[in-house]
């Protein structure tokens, strides 16, 4: 049940997700949706941890309520890059 309404609010562009962006390389990732701030939040150190264990650098992170059309946004790779982690 919980599910079907985070998909709901995400739908809605109500759900809140974990944007980190990073300086090296040059991405934008974005986890969730999560249906609270406070659930994002408590989520956000693992996906930091994770990110820094693949060797990123700079990181800039916010929790924010938007709708991303993708999960990875991969800007050192140019405009011609096909993202296959694409939102469903």
Same mark, same amino acid.
């Given at each position: 049940?919980?599910? @079907?309404?985070?998909?709901?609010?995400?739908?809605?562009?109500?759900?809140?997700?974990? %944007?980190?962006? +990073?300086?090296? &390389?040059?991405? +934008?990732y974005? @986890? /969730? *949706?999560?249906?609270?701030? #406070?659930?994002?939040?408590?989520?956000?150190? /693992?996906?930091?941890? #994770?990110?820094? /264990? %693949? =060797?990123? %650098?700079? $990181?800039?992170?916010?929790?924010?309520?938007?709708q &991303?059309?993708?999960?990875?946004?991969? %800007?050192? $790779? =140019? *405009?011609? @890059? #096909?993202?296959?982690?694409?939102?469903?």
């Amino acid at each position: 049940m919980k599910e @079907f309404v985070i998909n709901q609010f995400n739908s809605l562009g109500l759900a809140f997700w974990v %944007e980190i962006m +990073t300086e090296i &390389p040059r991405c +934008t990732y974005y @986890f /969730g *949706p999560f249906l609270t701030e #406070d659930e994002a939040q408590e989520a956000e150190p /693992g996906y930091i941890e #994770d990110i820094e /264990g %693949e =060797g990123a %650098e700079g $990181l800039h992170v916010a929790v924010k309520r938007c709708q &991303p059309e993708y999960l990875t946004v991969a %800007e050192d $790779l =140019g *405009p011609n @890059f #096909d993202n296959p982690l694409k939102w469903a």
